[in-house]
């Protein structure tokens, strides 16, 4: 498994509080395998992304297990966490823009880590950011790395930051709410590159967001996350469908539907 | 006589360093009746956002003529009688009421200075009563009263915001993406609020919004901006069930659900994108 989390469980500690976020969570995505994580603001899918990453320190209290291509993160020391994320698995959040340095070239930024952490030359690292930033479908390659985040859009952003994700080859994606901010075409050419790299790097992506319709149209799983527990696991090809709990239920209801066909 | 009337809206904005100029809005034209909601769609860089900051005075024209309610919307307020007709006449609900709320100041507080900076409070006792009442009406209560923005989650802040709009009873409320940012929800119950306040008080939307399925909700009408220009309006149901042009076509085809396919969704607009290029294609 790429991603296993067993019994996962998160409360965030301050001097006179415990706040219990994640309340045992179990779930797993193999390679190839698109997983939805589904769920209100505050449910705690960020929070298991984050937690799968070991981005938390004391400030969080975390039990069960979260095991990455099958190393143990919960716990795990300094040298191992770099480990994961410089070759195991990647994250692509909503904001682009909060994911680059708005004051360096947009290939500095990219081949900093490909020198630094995975020992490329400069000149490696540059050939492999143009065929990625070419085949994440951004025109004029060359150029974009000599540019700012600033004088790209939202879309060509988001792009750059999937690109600088498939980098390092990792196994697994993490995408948090990564196409929520662009508008549907948009969407559908970032979700296009997505599966398509899948295909080709056998991939495996937990896909994180609160739009029901895109993870019923596209995942292969889905987990409902309500208040750090999952309540429901749904399975292609039913998927939502399938749903019995009413929560996922409710979800559904209150996401409006496109009423495009004519009603008979 | 509509209540609103835009006449040959026209904006460019000049691009420094880039040799062009941008037109965000290209001779628009369209109309919103009394008590009516209208919806407005179009992609990131349609020109929905220009349109909406123009009604509400934060941006100018180049030309065009709007009028609301017998007010001339782009003629510059030089007064503050002229401000304060304006604010009575249209008032705008943003994406972010982080952005749009003053985070000093409490819920209660903000809304009793509304009141009573444009007369519709006579005394502080008035105006508690006036700011309580708006509040019941987005559904919150004298907790929320006291709190300030950060105390309150993502929904009651847009309610919040919603409350302060209505506060001076206008006639036209604009809506940039006002329930973009919250979750499915929440999304829906600020909708089924929006329409229950219209239905009471008669009020009518602009609701912008990328969202197809959302305008539905709430709009009879809507209007489909492609790069500046309406492409297509008429009713709601009428545009999501037979779309004419190709762009609402695209549009909606392009809104994930059963059967969706991305590829084709990016091949689809790839071909629109070249007939728009071609002249007298469309």
Redesign the interface.
């Given at each position: 498994m790429l991603l296993r989390a067993t019994q996962l469980s998160l409360e965030f500690v301050s001097e006179n509080d415990r706040v219990s976020i994640l309340k045992g969570i179990d779930l797993c995505v193999a390679p190839g395998e698109l997983v939805g994580l589904v769920g209100?603001?505050g449910s705690g899918k960020s929070t298991t992304a984050r937690a799968a990453l070991g981005l938390y320190g004391d400030e969080a209290d975390i039990t069960g297990s979260v095991r990455i291509d099958d190393i143990e993160v919960v716990g795990a020391d300094a040298r191992t966490l770099r480990d994961i994320r410089a070759n195991h698995v990647a994250l692509v959040q909503q904001d682009p823009r909060g994911a680059l340095n708005p004051v360096r070239r947009i290939g500095d930024s990219l081949a900093e880590r490909l020198v630094k952490v995975h020992g490329l030359r400069r000149d490696e690292a540059d050939r492999r950011i143009v065929a990625l930033l070419t085949a994440v479908g951004l025109s004029n390659p060359e150029l974009r790395m000599r540019q700012y985040p600033h004088e790209l859009?939202?879309?060509m952003l988001q792009r750059v930051v999937i690109a600088a994700a498939l980098s390092t080859n990792p196994k697994l994606l993490l995408a948090d709410e990564a196409t929520s901010a662009?508008?549907?075409?948009?969407?559908?050419?970032i979700?296009?590159i997505f599966?398509r790299e899948m295909r080709d790097r056998n991939l495996g992506m937990l896909f994180i967001t609160?739009?029901?319709?895109?993870a019923?149209?596209?995942c292969d799983r889905i987990y409902v996350l309500r208040r750090g527990v999952v309540v429901e696991t749904l399975q292609r090809p039913g998927l939502f469908r399938e749903a019995r709990h009413e929560y996922t239920r409710?979800?559904i209801?209150?996401?409006?539907?496109?009423?495009?066909?004519?009603a008979r | 006589m509509s209540l609103l009337e835009v006449e040959n809206l026209h904006r460019v904005f000049s691009a420094r360093g880039r040799g062009g100029a941008v037109t965000a809005v290209d001779h628009v034209n369209f109309t919103i009746e009394a008590g009516e909601a209208v919806g407005l769609v179009g992609?990131?860089?349609s020109g929905k956002s220009t349109i909406a900051r123009i009604l509400a005075g934060l941006e100018r024209a180049d030309s065009g003529t709007i009028r609301l309610d017998g007010l001339d919307c782009l003629r510059v307020p030089r007064t503050s009688t002229n401000r304060m007709t304006r604010a009575q006449t249209v008032q705008m609900v943003f994406q972010d009421p982080n952005g749009s709320l003053d985070r000093r100041v409490p819920v209660g507080t903000m809304l009793q200075r509304t009141l009573l900076m444009h007369g519709r409070a006579l005394s502080k006792v008035q105006a508690r009563a006036g700011a309580m009442q708006l509040l019941e009406r987005v559904r919150l209560t004298e907790r929320e009263f006291r709190a300030k923005p950060h105390e309150l989650?993502?929904g009651q802040r847009q309610r919040v915001a919603i409350a302060r709009a209505l506060a001076v009873e206008p006639k036209l409320v604009v809506l940039d993406e006002a329930v973009s940012a919250?979750?499915?929800?929440?999304?829906?119950q600020v909708?089924e609020l929006l329409a229950e306040i219209q239905r009471d008080s008669g009020v009518s939307y602009l609701f912008v919004s990328?969202?197809?399925?959302?305008i539905?909700?709430l709009c009879t009408r809507v209007l489909v901006l492609f790069r500046g220009a309406i492409v297509e309006q008429g009713e709601t149901?009428q545009v999501?069930?037979?779309p004419q042009h190709p762009y609402s076509q695209?549009?909606?085809a392009?809104?994930?659900?059963?059967?969706?396919d991305?590829?084709r969704?990016?091949r689809d607009?790839m071909t629109f994108t070249q007939r728009m290029t071609l002249p007298g294609l469309l």
């Open positions: 209100e603001s859009s939202g879309g662009l508008d549907v075409t948009t969407q559908a050419e979700i296009a599966q609160h739009d029901l319709h895109l019923g149209a596209i409710a979800l209801d209150a996401a409006p539907v496109l009423r495009k066909e004519v | 992609e990131s860089g989650s993502g919250l979750d499915v929800s929440v999304q829906a909708l990328h969202d197809l399925a959302v539905q909700e149901l999501l069930q037979a695209l549009l909606i392009s809104t994930p659900g059963e059967g969706w991305p590829e969704v990016v607009r």
